[in-house]
């Protein structure tokens, strides 16, 4: 792993050699600390292979500082299903990288499926009331994309929090979902004081396709905002 041209044939030789070859992988995230190409090529190795023995190592490669070792261990994490993960995943949701936070959120919904556990459920809930609106955000994304219509309530909340991000995630689930409040509270948020809060209310009615939120869209072709005029023109 250590070359940089033979590292993706090594890559690949380490993770068809399955469990088998997971000591070797683990002991790089300690020989190669110093080496964040490295770390991260393991990472994905030990994810590849989705021995849960790889759970701990990799949970200790979300304290790093680089964000691209990061986003590896998550998305390694995201590959292997042992009780643990989803919260070591959840604990990304505040993480200063977008890409991290949103490798987080794809990797839970993912390892959720459609049946998530009740206590991924409450934490969820519980991080929806954080105060750090990153982590809201992902949270909310979270339970919106595995409850579906039944997250109506926490989505009803989310569109007056007052974070922008947050109201622009919630109204993109409400979409997503069909929600039975989607027209009247994408309406509301026609005027919303963010201009990409706006621009999700217009593609959210736009998904409706009614002659009525037609008629409302109208209303935003001299926004002031150029990507939201774009969205409602289209």
Same mark, same amino acid.
């Given at each position: 792993?250590?070359?940089?041209?033979?590292?993706?044939?090594?890559?690949?030789?380490?993770?068809?050699?399955?469990?088998?070859?997971?000591?070797?992988?683990?002991?790089?995230?300690?020989?190669?600390?110093?080496?964040?190409?490295?770390?991260?090529?393991?990472?994905?190795?030990?994810?590849?292979?989705?021995?849960?023995?790889?759970?701990?190592?990799?949970?200790?490669?979300?304290?790093?500082?680089?964000?691209?070792?990061?986003?590896?261990?998550?998305?390694?994490?995201?590959?292997?299903? +042992? #009780?643990?993960?989803?919260?070591?995943?959840? *604990?990304?949701?505040? &993480?200063?990288?977008?890409? %991290? !936070?949103?490798? =987080? @959120?794809?990797?839970?919904?993912?390892?959720?499926?459609?049946?998530?556990?009740?206590?991924?459920?409450?934490?969820?809930?519980?991080?929806?009331?954080?105060?750090?609106?990153?982590?809201?955000?992902?949270?909310?994304?979270?339970?919106?994309?595995?409850?579906?219509?039944?997250?109506?309530?926490?989505?009803?909340?989310?569109?007056?929090?007052?974070?922008?991000?947050?109201?622009?995630?919630?109204?993109?689930?409400?979409?997503?979902?069909? +929600? #039975?409040?989607?027209?009247?509270?994408?309406? *509301?948020?026609?005027? &919303?004081?963010?201009?990409? %809060? !706006?621009?999700? =209310? @217009?593609?959210?009615?736009?998904?409706?396709?009614?002659?009525?939120?037609?008629?409302?869209?109208?209303?935003?072709?001299?926004?002031?905002?150029?990507?939201?005029?774009?969205?409602?023109?289209?």
């Amino acid at each position: 792993l250590a070359e940089a041209d033979l590292r993706p044939y090594a890559a690949d030789a380490l993770a068809r050699l399955g469990a088998s070859a997971l000591p070797a992988v683990i002991r790089a995230f300690d020989d190669y600390d110093d080496n964040e190409t490295v770390l991260a090529a393991a990472a994905e190795v030990a994810g590849r292979i989705g021995d849960a023995v790889a759970v701990r190592p990799l949970s200790r490669l979300l304290m790093r500082e680089e964000a691209d070792v990061r986003l590896a261990a998550v998305e390694a994490l995201g590959r292997i299903n +042992h #009780p643990d993960v989803s919260l070591q995943l959840m *604990a990304q949701f505040g &993480d200063p990288h977008p890409a %991290v !936070r949103a490798s =987080a @959120v794809k990797s839970l919904v993912h390892l959720m499926g459609t049946y998530p556990e009740e206590e991924v459920l409450d934490a969820l809930r519980q991080s929806i009331q954080s105060p750090d609106p990153t982590v809201r955000c992902s949270a909310l994304a979270v339970y919106g994309k595995l409850l579906g219509e039944k997250a109506h309530d926490a989505l009803l909340l989310a569109v007056r929090d007052e974070s922008h991000e947050v109201r622009r995630t919630a109204i993109g689930l409400m979409a997503e979902a069909k +929600h #039975p409040s989607l027209f009247s509270v994408a309406t *509301a948020a026609l005027s &919303d004081e963010n201009s990409r %809060v !706006r621009e999700a =209310a @217009v593609r959210a009615l736009a998904s409706t396709g009614s002659a009525e939120a037609l008629e409302k869209l109208m209303s935003l072709l001299d926004d002031e905002d150029m990507w939201v005029r774009a969205e409602a023109g289209e």
